[in-house]
């Protein structure tokens, strides 16, 4: 059985999948975390690959950036790969100055202004939830082995918030009380999916720019920022 999009057998996919945008990132992963990791999918270079984190079968697979790529990958996992959770981990830009950089950001709601689910199901929603019970247990997961996070509601663009010509004047489209303190590209996709299909998402992200931040972060720093969100995420799916 494959997709268009995913040439991976039934069976060949995990019941939970941790989900990078980079597949030179779900590679990383694989070979440094992962034990008897096997590559299940290559096409259009979105890598997956599928081994054991402590003994738990897990895939690792990359969305790719923005919206449709992110909305594609996950629906097929969900709908033809009978995958039951999805946990995004990925880079975010912070909109609270108390933010710093590699901060571990967990998405409670996201609001996106696109056409999305409008598209996909006739839908004129903007505003989705992550998995109340899946975020429970990264939340569980990070006060056990002491990475913090940050609870908070997320923008989703479809343009990378960097270049839009004004910030602000989007800004005054979310809606009031929403208060966001990340954006980033591909969660509303993920969450719309989950709750379309009756399944589980989430999304972690990493802090990497902010108007608010000036310094420059070491090799070294971002790297340990990465590790740690990465093994939050293998080790909530140990809950799982």
């Known amino acids: 059985m494959s997709t268009p999009h995913n040439e991976a ?3 060949d996919i995990a019941k939970t999948v941790i989900m990078p945008g980079d597949p030179l990132r ?3 992963i694989a070979e440094n975390f992962l034990q008897n990791a096997k590559l299940v999918n290559q096409v259009r270079g979105i890598y997956a690959y599928t081994g054991t984190y402590k003994g738990k079968t897990i895939t690792i697979m990359a969305s790719g950036m923005g919206m449709p790529s992110m909305g594609i990958y996950s629906y097929e996992l969900y709908k033809f790969y009978d995958v039951e959770n999805i946990i995004r981990i990925g880079s975010c830009g912070a909109h609270k100055p108390e933010l710093k950089l590699f901060d571990i950001i967990l998405s409670e709601q ?3 202004e696109g056409s999305y689910a409008l598209s996909l199901n006739n839908d004129n929603c903007h505003i989705v939830d992550a998995s109340k019970e899946l975020n429970s247990k990264i939340i569980d997961t990070s006060l056990e082995i002491n990475i913090p996070i940050v609870k908070g509601n997320t923008i989703c663009c479809d ?3 960097i270049y839009m010509t004004d910030v602000d004047e989007f800004l005054t489209r979310v809606p009031k009380g929403f208060n966001p303190i990340s ?3 591909e969660a509303f996709a993920l969450f719309y999916n989950a709750k379309l299909l009756n399944k589980s998402a989430a999304c972690l992200m990493s802090v990497v720019d902010s108007k608010y931040i000036k310094n420059i972060a070491t090799v070294e720093e971002r790297e340990k920022g990465l590790n740690d969100m990465i093994r939050l995420s293998l080790d909530t799916t140990l809950r799982i």
């Open 9 to 11: 057998n039934l069976g």
């Open 26 to 28: 779900a590679k990383y």
């Open 110 to 112: 996201v609001f996106s």
């Open 159 to 161: 343009s990378f918030d």
């Open 183 to 185: 954006a980033e590209m």
